[in-house]
């Protein structure tokens, strides 16, 4: 196991955000989606200075949990974020695509452990 901060209270402003993103998918869609994120839309948030941590999918393919983080505060995760949707690049590679996520979660977070 990892040595890993207990909470970020009293880390310097380098700290990284981490933001859970969960999605509820067309069902019809998954294999597609899955595809589709692990070839375009992770290289180019990452070309953004995101990392993507980690990607599950429920046992039932009907939910896709994904972590992603960046270094900074969360106001400043905020801003890349915002900065990202409004992208060029993201309008891109997101046209004509159908409509893979049925409902959205997303929220900051803390590991733990």
């Known amino acids: 196991m990892s040595d890993l901060p ?16 969960r999605y509820v998918l067309d069902p019809a ?16 948030r990452e070309e953004q200075g995101f990392t993507v941590e980690s990607v599950w999918l429920s ?18 995760f905020d801003a890349a974020e915002r900065a990202w949707e409004e992208s060029e690049e993201r309008a891109r590679i997101f046209a004509e695509r159908p409509k893979y996520v049925l409902e959205k979660d997303v929220r900051n977070v803390t590991r733990l452990r």
């Open 6 to 21: 207990q909470t970020t209270a009293g880390l310097d402003e380098t700290r990284r955000t981490t933001v859970m993103r």
């Open 59 to 76: 046992a039932e393919r009907d939910v896709l949990t994904w972590f992603v983080s960046r270094f900074g505060t969360p106001e400043e």
């Open 29 to 44: 869609l998954v294999d597609e989606f899955v595809d589709f994120l692990r070839t375009e839309v992770f290289p180019a």
